[in-house]
């Protein structure tokens, strides 16, 4: 197959271990650069992404953010797809009595009640320094223009995160995209976007290729619906067992530049 178009997750797929991404990983995507656009497709925040988008000169190609929630293209929002503020309001009245850390982000804003050690972590994780403000003054600022939330994530103990869970799939099911990225992590995301369907989006609006045409690669569970319907989905050697399951290649593990392996083996460039 010719395959036209890449897209690839970042955290436990691009990423080496130290978070960065390895020499490997670098001089293999750029040969790709004016023969196959390669887009990055992330549940992170577009501050999250561009660090990692100028290291490997890809700034002139879109980017999808918040697992498909926000698709930008130079700064120019192509698609944007937020939880409504009525359902952060009834989650922050829920969570009064939990008091779980809720992070609320829209586009390069994020917002934390206080600076503990989950967006201490999160922080070091994304290179990205969140405002402290407390989830009602969030709701309080974005009220009048109805602004919402492109992702929350709930970061607490394991018990925590299983109430909050259960709570949010009781009343919003049917709204709401639940995915536990750990055990202490829950992303909360609107349930008509996924990694799949910006490919579509971007495919059939931006760049005219076909699904079969797309190559994909993932490791977690918000990579599999990706995995299963792109022409050729490739999994890393650390995913998790149900990306595997789906992905038509298993590659080397993301530590050992997976990615750049299988890139370098389908492209021959």
């Not at 436990?12 to 978070?19: A, D, E, K, M, V």
């Not at 549940?43 to 498909?68: F, S, T, V, W």
């Not at 931006?206 to 050729?232: C, I, P, Q, R, W």
């Amino acid at each position: 197959m010719d395959y036209k178009i890449v897209f690839s997750d970042i955290d436990g797929t691009l990423l080496n271990s130290h978070r960065k991404l390895s020499p490997s990983t670098i001089s293999e995507i750029k040969k790709l650069k004016n023969k196959v656009p390669f887009i990055l497709i992330s549940a992170r925040m577009p501050a999250a992404m561009q660090h990692l988008q100028k290291e490997l000169d890809l700034e002139h190609h879109p980017i999808i953010c918040y697992n498909g929630g926000l698709i930008l293209h130079e700064q120019k929002v192509l698609s944007s797809t937020e939880i409504p503020i009525e359902i952060m309001a009834e989650l922050i009245e829920w969570n009064n009595k939990l008091n779980c850390h809720l992070s609320f982000y829209n586009r390069n804003e994020w917002y934390v009640p206080t600076m503990d050690k989950w967006a201490l972590r999160e922080e070091n994780n994304t290179k990205v320094t969140p405002t402290i403000k407390s989830n009602k003054e969030v709701i309080k600022t974005w009220k009048p223009t109805n602004k919402g939330a492109h992702k929350i994530m709930a970061m607490g103990e394991e018990d925590h995160i299983e109430q909050i869970y259960n709570f949010l799939y009781a009343n919003f099911k049917n709204n709401l995209h639940l995915y536990r990225s750990k055990s202490t992590y829950l992303e909360i995301a609107p349930k008509s976007i996924s990694k799949l369907t910006a490919i579509e989006t971007l495919i059939n609006s931006h760049f005219n290729y076909s699904l079969e045409e797309t190559v994909a690669f993932g490791d977690n569970y918000n990579d599999v619906e990706m995995l299963k319907n792109v022409g050729y989905g490739i999994a890393v050697g650390n995913a998790r067992e149900e990306a595997k399951e789906v992905a038509k290649l298993v590659v080397a593990l993301n530590t050992e530049d997976g990615v750049a392996k299988s890139l370098n083996e389908i492209f021959k460039f």
